[in-house]
């Protein structure tokens, strides 16, 4: 079982910036990508942003040049780093990591972090 916990996200004003963290603790090892989600009131949930454990990194179109998604290995953290913020950014942020159980690979998820981002 891998435990994801996030943290930074709050109430910022539009051009304003926020960092978001997830640690994974647990049954850490083999664990692959580190994405972040996120989900609007009635939208679906989608991608952000995600980094493999070699640090190639993918964006959705429409936050690219705004936001960037880095980790450290070393501490089994994710961050994304939100600069820029539009109010089209508000959204409940979910971390998640996949883990290669050798038959295949496994998602975990975050609780959610909220974000608003006021005009």
């Known amino acids: 079982q891998v435990q994801l916990v996030e943290s930074g996200g709050g109430l910022v004003q539009a051009g304003g910036s926020l960092r978001l963290s997830c640690t994974a603790s647990g049954s850490i090892l083999n664990i692959n990508d580190m994405d972040w989600y996120r989900q609007a009131p009635g939208k679906q949930r989608e991608l952000v942003a995600g980094i493999s454990r070699g640090g190639s990194a993918k964006y959705a179109d429409s936050v690219k040049g705004r936001f960037t998604i880095s980790r450290d290995n070393a501490k089994n953290t994710v961050y994304l780093q939100m600069d820029s913020l539009k109010p089209e950014d508000t959204a409940v942020y979910y971390c998640?990591?996949?883990?290669?159980?050798?038959?295949?690979?496994?998602?975990?998820w975050g609780q959610g972090t909220q974000v608003t981002v006021s005009s």
């Open positions: 998640k990591v996949d883990q290669n159980m050798g038959w295949g690979y496994y998602d975990y």
